[in-house]
Structures are given as structure tokens and as C-alpha cells.
């Protein structure tokens, strides 16, 4: 599976931005999708994750209320819907792909990595 970020970019806070992920390979639909988030300075960590049937949803709680995760298996694709952005939330975003039904937050059990795309909210 190789996936593709996109959709960072500069934005005040307040603001919104939508990541994309596209990812190749027939068995997206079979994985689970995550996205995490690396500050300056500071380790990886987990952001939010969404099962491969897209029923559950789950988020760290610095952004419940703001991000929506979901996803698109016909597109291949998963998104990250960022809003009322904060200067805070700058970082490196990256999606990852965990070949399981079970979601997680732990970055080490995913499988497969993007490159990731930067996010700067300016205050």
C-alpha cells in the first residue's frame, strides 16, 4: 500500500483546512486508516483513526469537536476535516494504514506510512 498526503498549507487560526490520503492497492477498504502529527520538537503522535466499515471513529481529545476523520473506499481515500484550527495543531500531518479491523492509537502498530503534509496555523 503506498499512500499520498495532502491539503496542508497556512492558515490563521480560527481556520479550516481538509487533509486528503489517497492510498493504491484493492484492499483499502479492509484497513484501518489513522492520522497523526508531528510538532517541532516533538514526538509522533496519534491524532485520529477510523475502522475499515467506517462505523467507528476515534480521536486524541485535544481535537474532538474539531477534526473529522471519514473516508471514501470507493475513492480509496480517507480525510481529515480540520476545523477551528489552533496554533497548536501545527505539524507535520501523516496518514497511515494498519492492516486490521481493530483501530488504535499506538503509531506502532501501523503498517504503512505517507509522506506526510504540513499544517502551520499562524495565531
Known amino acids: 500500500v503506498q499512500l499520498q498526503a495532502s491539503g496542508g498549507g497556512l492558515v490563521q487560526a480560527g481556520g479550516s483546512l481538509r487533509l486528503s490520503c489517497a492510498a493504491s492497492?484493492?484492499?483499502?477498504?479492509?484497513?484501518?486508516m489513522g492520522w497523526f502529527r508531528q510538532a517541532p520538537g516533538k514526538e509522533r503522535e496519534f491524532v485520529a483513526a477510523?475502522?475499515?466499515?467506517?462505523?467507528?471513529?476515534y480521536y486524541t481529545d485535544s481535537v474532538k469537536g474539531r477534526f473529522t476523520i471519514s473516508r471514501d473506499n470507493t475513492k480509496n481515500t480517507v480525510y481529515l476535516q480540520m476545523n477551528s484550527l489552533k496554533p497548536e495543531d501545527t505539524a507535520v500531518y501523516y496518514c497511515?494504514?494498519?492492516?486490521?479491523?481493530?483501530?488504535?492509537?499506538?503509531?506502532?502498530?501501523?503498517?504503512?506510512w505517507g509522506q506526510g503534509t504540513l499544517v502551520t496555523v499562524s495565531s
Open positions: 497511515a494504514a494498519r492492516r486490521s479491523t481493530i483501530a488504535t492509537m499506538n503509531l506502532e502498530r501501523y503498517d504503512y
Open positions: 492497492g484493492r484492499t483499502f477498504s479492509r484497513y484501518v
Open positions: 477510523i475502522s475499515w466499515s467506517d462505523a467507528n471513529t
